[in-house]
């Protein structure tokens, strides 16, 4: 199979690693090409078919069109979301998939440039799909995201800290992570209780909380040393594997993110709330718990996770299986070349 990518190059890229690993999975089931800024042959000013005359295919015998995460505008103060206007698919006869990106700027554009394109398949991880299939009438497919397993997997490390989370609050959008925080800590001003801000102060934690190893780092959090204490690249990765029990919440959005497969293929344990937009991924007390979203039993279920070693384990192994069978971007894929009849 040959594929034609339209893509940023993200592959050094240290964060946001669904950008990359959906190229990967493409570049696994066939010959591809990825075309589009920071690769040697991109220019702004070519048309679908420069773009073609530089790949190493004929138009006759491109299998499959992808326009990657990375392919659109997403500055907001550029009115567009396509990046290329040059480069018209729609003159095609080729399979073409979109995956849609970043669906709460722009979407209205994002949508435009889709159905100017005349996409066969639009993916998207959004739980909308369905109302924007209505409204363009175009092909959607719900693809959530996932994990890699060659970058996140189990280190074998020390499980040195219990319980974990490392993020943006998003307490203008939605406050669960805020609330969570309030149950936790005493001092709810400081953004780490591992930070500067914490130097020769007590222990910002509450009382029955204190004796778990809890790593809270939000975003702009610093270390004793000034450093960031949100690691990214593969010392994320391997971060990863220093927890026993991690949080993760669905976006302000209710997108479910990256981060709960990168916890099941980690070996570590999903901690998260109830959610309607979980579908069939989660089910509690098989590859994750869940706590409620009021939080009525948020220090409850914590409490007896973190004391009972072989449900924990249990749980995880679970997940894991759940996260090789199911959730990796080679699944992905190939829940979109299935689609597409290819």
């Not at 396509?82 to 722009?106: G, Q, T």
């Not at 800290?161 to 805020?178: E, P, Q």
């Not at 220093?242 to 709960?260: E, Q």
């Amino acid at each position: 199979m040959n594929i034609m990518i339209f893509t940023k190059n993200y592959e050094r890229y240290a964060s946001g690693y669904y950008h990359h690993d959906i190229n990967q999975g493409f570049m696994k089931k066939g010959n591809c090409y990825l075309y589009g800024e920071g690769y040697p042959k991109y220019d702004r000013n070519d048309t679908i078919q420069d773009a073609i005359s530089k790949s190493p295919f004929n138009k006759g015998n491109i299998d499959l069109i992808a326009v990657g995460t990375s392919w659109e505008e997403q500055n907001p103060n550029i009115e567009e979301s396509d990046p290329h206007p040059n480069i018209s698919l729609s003159e095609l006869n080729i399979p073409k998939v979109f995956f849609l990106n970043k669906e709460y700027k722009k979407l209205d554009k994002k949508l435009e440039y889709a159905k100017k394109n005349k996409f066969d398949l639009v993916c998207t991880a959004h739980h909308d799909w369905e109302k924007w299939a209505r409204q363009t009438g175009l092909n959607f497919l719900h693809l959530p995201f996932a994990a890699a397993p060659e970058r996140f997997r189990d280190y074998g490390l020390s499980r040195k800290y219990d319980f974990g989370f490392t993020g943006a609050l998003h307490k203008t959008y939605k406050d669960i992570r805020y609330r969570i925080k309030c149950i936790l800590f005493e001092n709810t001003e400081v953004k780490s209780n591992l930070g500067m801000e914490t130097l020769f102060k007590r222990n910002p934690m509450k009382e029955e909380f204190k004796k778990y190893q809890i790593y809270w780092a939000e975003w702009g959090a610093k270390g004793l040393l000034g450093k960031s204490l949100l690691p990214t690249g593969i010392k994320y990765a391997r971060f990863l594997n220093s927890f026993k029990v991690f949080l993760s919440t669905p976006s302000a959005a209710n997108l479910i993110g990256t981060r709960y497969f990168e916890c099941m293929a980690t070996k570590t344990l999903l901690f998260c709330p109830e959610s309607e937009h979980y579908n069939d991924m989660l089910k509690d007390g098989h590859n994750c718990v869940k706590f409620r979203e009021d939080l009525s039993d948020f220090a409850e279920k914590l409490h007896y996770i973190l004391s009972n070693d072989s449900e924990r384990k249990r749980i995880i192994e679970n997940a894991y299986q759940d996260f090789i069978t199911n959730h990796t971007y080679d699944k992905r894929i190939e829940k979109v070349l299935t689609v597409l009849n290819l």
